[in-house]
């Protein structure tokens, strides 16, 4: 604005001049407070939008967690099952050889009643006794060894459904963390726009 020589100006003009420059301040004021107004919607609007992107990424989280729990309970009833079967056939085959141990031994018991003598009872007995020890340990052996591998075959599946739930819950929460930064960003872009 040119420099106004005040002392020439009449009551009249000066009082206009004034007039005007107050107009000005007060539509100054207006436009400020316009301007807070509208920076305090797009604040509240976009911190709206990152609740409710935040909230679908918990429920989706927590859907997929809550799959991954129920698959995991499939699998450990699955493996129980298996277990369960196994673990009844060879109750079965250890019957069917108890029944056929104690055949031996009742046949045994039939061949001493029927020798005349003790020495010829010894020599049919002989061999039969020490090969039924055999089978029994040998049974018992393979017995052990396939429910402790059942066992750890079971437990290296749950570590492993661990693990996958562990990692899944640290990406989500990564994923989430990345999600923070972008919104702040859209947010500085739009103020710079609304500028």
């Known amino acids: 604005m040119a420099e106004i020589n ?7 003009e000066l009082l206009e001049m ?9 539509a100054a004021k207006e436009h400020e407070r316009l301007y807070k107004e509208e920076l305090e919607k ?8 990152m609740a409710e992107e935040r909230a679908r990424m918990l429920a989706a989280f ?3 967690k809550a799959q991954m729990r129920a698959k995991f309970g499939e699998q450990k009833a699955e493996q129980k ?29 039939m061949k001493i ?30 017995l ?12 290296q599946e749950i570590q492993e459904t ?7 819950e640290t990406r989500k929460t990564e994923e989430t963390a990345e999600v923070k930064p972008k919104t702040t960003r859209k947010r500085r872009t739009t103020k710079k726009e609304t500028e």
């Open 162 to 168: 661990r693990a996958k739930l562990q990692d899944e």
């Open 113 to 142: 009643e029927n020798s005349q003598s003790l020495a010829e009872a010894s020599i049919k007995l002989g061999g039969i006794m020490e090969s039924a020890q055999k089978a029994a340990d040998l049974y018992l052996e393979t």
């Open 81 to 109: 099952a298996k277990f369960d079967k196994d673990i009844a056939g060879l109750k079965a085959r250890l019957t069917r050889e108890k029944e056929e141990m104690q055949q031996q031994v009742d046949d045994a018991l």
């Open 18 to 26: 004034m007039i005007q420059y107050s107009e000005e301040a007060e």
């Open 62 to 64: 927590d859907e997929e």
């Open 6 to 12: 005040l002392k020439k100006l009449s009551r009249a």
């Open 144 to 155: 052990k060894k396939s429910a402790q591998k059942e066992y750890q075959q079971l437990m």
């Open 42 to 49: 797009e604040k509240a609007q976009m911190q709206h939008e």
